[in-house]
RNA sequence: GGGGCCGUAGUUCAGCUGGUUAGAAUGCCUGACUGUCGAUCAGGAGGUCGCGAGUUCGAGUCUCGUCGGCCCCGCCA
């Protein structure tokens, strides 16, 4: 039971409603009269004295009401409970010597208050905004608005809202155009599911919303705006997953006039300026940025966007156990397989119990097998140590390029080698977790370059882009791509940070024939060319300049930097997995009348 | 489409191999208290154990189904 209920709020504050925030105040004289407003934070009632912490947008103060405050103004803070919105009249005044609290701006003084007006109670509060106890997510997207109040979550909110002001700055200061593009736009074939939204005006037709802007960025540099760049929503109808949300945000960029390594540059001097400025306490792994080949990164880490915060380095151990006659090795090798892995220094020294659990972990992996060599001081384990000569275990060691001492060895065999190697990558990430080696002070940017452009796709027996069939070969491809498509490699360049994918850029095909060929070659013939794609092929037909863009995500990267765990703390309003908002209670049913009205009937 | 974890007081959680009246902390209510800042102290209220079937003498606990949340695989150029 709440009393609120016999609290009415006052209807005649004073206007207007503050004169100065929280964060004002300590630079004040003491004794200066000032007129705040915000929540109650916390109350502390000793009957005679009483504390309530204000909260406004910019920090804490304490108010101190004493019996003897004017008017019924004790009576009314006693009354107080936390989320109740108050506004208050009092003067600055420092507090009593051994009272300060240095955990607060404002510990040095309290207010003095002569006059507290409740403006608003909170009768019904979910949880509570002061105390931080985690919430379910449940909670969480229910009651956002006042999950927004708590500091952690508001901090968040803070942090993204100046990294795209410093956005926006870096563009202007660079000469970009800032030009929104369409939202109801046009379904089309190949990448993730549209989001469709039914015409009424064309009954059984759809507009598509974008999954980027990519046609339209593209179109505004053939129209001459030569550096466009948009603060844009993307949207893709495919299940979420941690880092990936429904419904997300990217800083999306495109030139005319440039190579792929001027839009590397223009990327990158944004992301150090944004790391920089926002994350001073953290450290980057190199600046400028390394660069690395599709191909390394998968053959030293069994991912084309690995985290580089640690070593674990996968190395190629084949030719070591070709005379071995561990047989599941041995049919292997014969049949063409490779066999990788990598060394984990101690500590952790794994137990025999924990060696049987990763197994497990690999096999969930998608791996055949794992094999493990725990090395202590003396000796070493290995379920299959038997085969194991010393001799070999030194090569092996040495292949791995473990330092002297104690530690594991993991190895995986295949058939498939960049399966083998993908399977290895992942577990790379699992042991490390369990070594803990993911330094959270660490921004492991990196840039990957040199990536093929299609691999086979066997199930639809036929040529897939690795990013977008938009993409521009390098210049060395360009006259055999179309007849000797698989070796090669394209414009594209991937930035890379902590294991997460920032974003991918490329130049963009800017000659018809090339772009007609891609596409014939993807699947796409020369009528559905026509329908799908016949505005842009046209446009490249009118003077296209050569051009290229890049679109990384505001969501992940503030995710990244502030370390957070979920790409949907990073938004105001999140959606559940299944892409439900919990608060709105949408998607929802529709009226029948706006069914008929677009012709639509539900089966 | 598939696999896993979870759902118990307003909130966060505990609750063993099934066994009397389902607990803790916090919040809430009442009272006391003039230097607290997670105030303190005393007392009190608060639960359809997500929902529905089943097994059983007996189900928060076991089984099946269902709803909801989260993580992963598929999917996401």
Wanted: net charge negative; aromatic share 8%; hydrophobic share 40%.
């Amino acid at each position: 039971m709440s009393t609120s209920v016999t609290v009415k709020p006052s209807l005649n504050p004073l206007l207007p409603y503050r004169t100065h925030y929280s964060s004002d105040l300590a630079a004040l004289s003491v004794g200066a009269e000032v007129r705040l407003a915000g929540w109650a934070h916390r109350c502390r009632d000793h009957g005679g004295l009483i504390f309530i912490d204000l909260r406004d947008p910019r920090g804490l103060v304490q108010l101190r009401i004493t019996p003897d405050a004017p008017g019924d103004s004790h009576d009314i803070a006693a009354k107080v409970r936390p989320e109740w919105v108050l506004q208050v009249v009092g003067v600055i005044k420092p507090r009593p010597e051994g009272t300060e609290n240095p955990s607060l701006a404002t510990g040095k003084i309290e207010i003095e208050v002569s006059r507290i007006e409740i403006l608003n109670v909170a009768a019904d509060m979910p949880f509570d905004v002061a105390d931080e106890t985690p919430i379910t997510e449940q909670q969480n997207i229910e009651f956002r608005y006042i999950a927004l109040r708590r500091e952690s979550v508001a901090k968040v909110v803070r942090f993204r809202h100046e990294l795209v002001r410093m956005v926006r700055e870096y563009f202007y200061e660079n000469n970009f155009l800032e030009v929104e593009t369409p939202l109801l736009s046009k379904s089309t074939p190949e990448g993730a599911r549209d989001c469709l939204v039914p015409s009424r005006v064309f009954p059984g037709k759809f507009y598509a919303l974008p999954q980027s802007p990519q046609q339209y960025k593209q179109l505004l540099v053939i129209g001459g705006v030569e550096r466009y760049f948009q603060i844009a929503r993307c949207l893709r109808d495919e299940d979420t997953r941690a880092d990936r949300l429904l419904e997300h945000t990217q800083i999306d960029f495109e030139m005319s006039y440039v190579q792929r390594d001027d839009i590397m540059n223009m990327l990158e001097g944004l992301i150090i300026r944004l790391v920089t400025k926002l994350t001073p306490e953290k450290r980057l792994l190199s600046n400028p940025l390394q660069r690395f080949t599709y191909r390394e990164l998968m053959d030293r880490f069994g991912s084309d966007k690995p985290d580089l915060r640690f070593g674990l380095e996968i190395r190629d151990c084949t030719d070591l156990f070709s005379e071995i006659e561990f047989q599941v090795f041995r049919s292997v090798i014969e049949k063409g397989g490779t066999i990788r892995g990598f060394w984990c220094p101690a500590p952790p020294s794994f137990s025999r119990k924990e060696m049987d659990e990763l197994t497990g972990v690999a096999m969930e992996l998608g791996a055949e097998g794992l094999v493990w060599i725990s090395c202590g001081a003396e000796d070493f384990s290995s379920p299959i140590k038997r085969f194991l000569s010393p001799d070999l275990l030194a090569r092996l060691r040495d292949r791995v390029e473990a330092a002297p001492g104690e530690g594991s060895l993991f190895l995986m065999a295949g058939q498939v080698h960049d399966t083998v190697l993908d399977r290895l990558g992942r577990f790379r990430v699992k042991i490390s977790e369990r070594a803990n080696l993911q330094d959270p002070n660490l921004l492991a940017f990196a840039y990957v370059i040199d990536f093929p452009y299609f691999f086979w796709d066997e199930d639809n027996k036929r040529y897939d882009p690795c990013h977008h069939m938009f993409v521009m070969p390098k210049r060395e491809y360009i006259n055999t791509v179309l007849t000797d498509p698989l070796p090669t490699l394209s414009t594209q360049f991937d930035m890379i940070c902590n294991g997460y994918e920032m974003c991918s850029g490329s130049e963009r095909i800017h000659f018809r024939r090339l772009q007609s060929g891609i596409m014939q070659l993807v699947g796409i013939g020369p009528e559905e060319q026509e329908e799908k794609f016949g505005h842009l092929l046209r446009a490249l037909d009118s003077g296209a300049p050569p051009h290229g863009g890049v679109a990384p995500g505001v969501d992940r990267l503030v995710m990244v930097l502030m370390g957070l765990p979920f790409v949907r703390d990073t938004i105001a309003f999140p959606k559940s997995q299944r892409g439900e908002d919990l608060m709105m209670k949408s998607p929802s049913h529709v009226d029948e009348q706006q069914l008929r009205e677009l012709g639509i009937k539900l089966r």
